[in-house]
């Protein structure tokens, strides 16, 4: 949950260099029979291309044109200069991004509009949400403190990307070291409580988001149980 995703460059040619060192055994793919390693080379290679534009958002593609541009470049030559290809490729990908951005933020914005019309949710001057499972009777972190926790965190479609529940170890950290809605909403919590937590995406990773799972603009939904105050 503490580690924060550099923004991301389409960069085909790391990813073609990656994609060739995948080199499999000679199989049996569907209905295309591989013959030689050159064979099972070339679709994987195909196969790979596509699974990573997919991962970055492509949904559709013209075949003439990508089979074109690619017995183009191996017979020596391309109708678009290398530079200008890359231009385009992240041009492109870049809008994909900022689509999947604002996508990212309508869904966000729309569920806490909703989330917080819901008995027992309190919303704060910031935005942040949360529910009560369990009010504690302890003191009441300040920002000066360090904590223990236990905790569960999930998207809006309930993929867990991080949980110290799931490890079956809390964890130790300063108030002011987290996202900011973690570091207010426990100077709210007494020890001993469990409450539920929804954090607009300015309140979590921002614009970036963090690791493999949390997109840019995500709202982030987490249990977290207040164990102790470790001043």
Not at 43 to 65: F, H, I, P
Not at 71 to 83: L, R
Not at 102 to 127: C, H, I, Q, Y
Not at 153 to 180: K, N
Request: aromatic content about 10%.
């Amino acid at each position: 949950m503490f580690y924060i995703r550099q923004p991301k460059v389409f960069d085909m040619n790391r990813i073609i260099t990656v994609l060739i060192l995948t080199i499999i055994s000679p199989y049996v793919f569907g209905q295309v029979k591989m013959k030689n390693e050159i064979d099972s080379v070339s679709y994987a290679l195909g196969a790979s291309v596509a699974g990573n534009l997919m991962k970055e958002g492509m949904t559709e593609y013209n075949s003439d044109a990508f089979k074109k541009g690619f017995e183009d470049v191996f017979k020596g030559g391309s109708q678009i200069p290398e530079a200008q290809a890359n231009q385009i490729i992240n041009a492109y990908f870049t809008k994909l991004r900022a689509a999947q951005s604002e996508k990212m933020k309508a869904e966000g914005a729309k569920f806490l509009e909703e989330n917080g019309k819901r008995d027992g949710v309190t919303t704060t001057a910031s935005g942040l949400q949360y529910e009560v499972i369990k009010m504690g009777e302890g003191e009441k972190p300040t920002i000066s403190d360090k904590v223990t926790t236990h905790y569960h965190g999930t998207l809006l479609d309930g993929t867990v990307f991080d949980s110290s529940v799931d490890r079956g170890e809390p964890i130790q950290f300063p108030v002011s070291g987290v996202i900011a809605g973690w570091t207010e909403a426990l100077q709210l919590m007494p020890v001993g409580s469990k409450w539920k937590l929804y954090l607009p995406y300015n309140l979590a990773y921002g614009e970036r988001g963090s690791g493999p799972k949390i997109g840019p603009y995500s709202t982030l939904v987490f249990e977290v149980e207040l164990i102790s105050i470790d001043k």
